[in-house]
């Protein structure tokens, strides 16, 4: 038997592919070093373990209520309070196995077929084939180097048509690292408001931020957001949780109860042990979360002054995140003798093979020419990383 047409219509993740062909070939002995995943290298702080290790004894292991309990979802909604100035109730939010997952449920519960999703690239891989499956239509804004990546008010108005349900926020941005000033998102905020869309705010990468620059979560911009704003964020990138699948959403209360709804008949609730360590990562002890930050900026700032150096390569320096976001126009056309670069994903090939570098070609995110290193390894991977990068471009040739 075929599967849908709807499954036929999307691909796999192409930073999974990536990090599976990475992992294989690390496994037949070869020196690689992986800067494609987009995941924290430090192990989860030890208080969120322990309290982890303490609700086991407690035989905390049967199922939750599907939404979250409500301690975690009380813990979410403090958070929310005291550090983006958002008041939610509990019944506003909901916990899932993962922001993937969060965001997943989010299309699936507000798109209809034909609705329109407006979907800034660079984006993340799986943002336009979640639309699809959902039936929607993503339309792609091609933002700009220029610009930061960012999307300026008049290309989203340009975008806008009676079919538009909702417009795609992540910021900080996967895959750029890019992030929005207030002034930025309250002219965003203006539109959405003037033509009454939804706007999906994912803020995972929220807590990566340098520079003093200052996040502000956008549905605290307007109280009247509140009402058009589905916010995404969760535990992976902040506190190292990647492998512990926790992510919430917070919104109108009856979005949150079509998702409720819908998370009922697919995963039910999360993990009940990954949900008790997510109330100590929010509540407890922050320090970790800055011990990391701190470290990241620091690789931040090498990696771009390396890659920056390196003629052929233009390297905008993020906000935020853990991602460079280099143009790496200039070596197409260029070739080995056995080898000729034509686009990104030839160019993340060439690194792979000739440099044993794992990198994502910016095709997977919507914008030829560019590639995504991830700097969430250690200074010593990224001090060698660089210095093969660099003798492997050397042997490119026009």
């Not at 592919?17 to 690390?26: D, H, N, T």
């Not at 995110?365 to 210095?387: C, D, I, K, P, W």
Request: hydrophobic share 40%.
């Amino acid at each position: 038997m075929f599967v849908s047409e709807r499954i036929e219509k999307i691909g796999v993740s192409p930073t999974m592919k990536v990090a599976a062909k990475a992992k294989e070939m690390k496994a037949e002995g070869l020196p690689i070093i992986d800067l494609s995943v987009g995941e924290p290298d430090f192990p989860t702080p030890q208080n969120i373990k322990d309290a982890a290790k303490r609700a086991i004894d407690d035989n905390q292991t049967g199922y939750t209520i599907n939404s979250g309990t409500v301690q975690l979802r009380k813990a979410i909604s403090e958070k929310f309070k005291k550090e983006n100035n958002l008041e939610y109730g509990i019944d506003q939010i909901i916990v899932s196995s993962g922001a993937k997952q969060s965001l997943y449920n989010v299309i699936q519960t507000i798109i209809n077929k034909d609705d329109e999703v407006i979907i800034p690239a660079p984006y993340w891989v799986s943002y336009p084939e979640m639309v699809s499956v959902a039936e929607g239509k993503s339309v792609v804004i091609n933002t700009t180097e220029e610009n930061r990546f960012l999307v300026t008010p008049e290309q989203l108005k340009a975008a806008i048509t009676p079919k538009t349900k909702a417009f795609i926020l992540c910021n900080p941005s996967n895959p750029t690292g890019n992030a929005y000033t207030k002034a930025e998102l309250e002219a965003i905020a203006e539109i959405a408001l003037e033509n009454n869309f939804y706007i999906i705010s994912d803020e995972i990468y929220e807590k990566m931020i340098y520079d003093d620059f200052k996040f502000v979560s956008f549905p605290s911009l307007n109280s009247e957001l509140l009402k058009k704003t589905i916010l995404v964020n969760g535990i992976s990138k902040a506190y190292s949780m990647t492998g512990w699948r926790i992510g919430y959403t917070a919104g109108p209360k009856n979005v949150i109860d079509g998702m409720n709804k819908l998370q009922s008949h697919s995963t039910s609730n999360a993990c009940s042990i990954s949900q008790a360590a997510a109330i100590e990562a929010l509540l407890g002890s922050q320090d970790e979360v800055e011990r990391m930050r701190v470290e990241f900026e620091k690789r931040r700032n090498y990696l771009h002054k390396e890659l920056s150096s390196i003629p052929e390569f233009s390297c905008v320096l993020p906000e935020g995140a853990f991602y460079l976001f280099p143009n790496v126009e200039k070596v197409f056309h260029h070739s080995t003798e056995i080898l000729k670069v034509e686009s990104s994903f030839d160019f993340a090939m060439f690194l792979l093979y000739e440099a044993k570098i794992a990198v994502v070609p910016g095709s997977a995110f919507g914008a030829e020419g560019f590639l995504r290193l991830s700097y969430a390894t250690s200074m010593e991977n990224l001090v060698e990383a660089v210095e093969r990068i660099k003798t492997a471009v050397a042997k490119l040739r026009t």
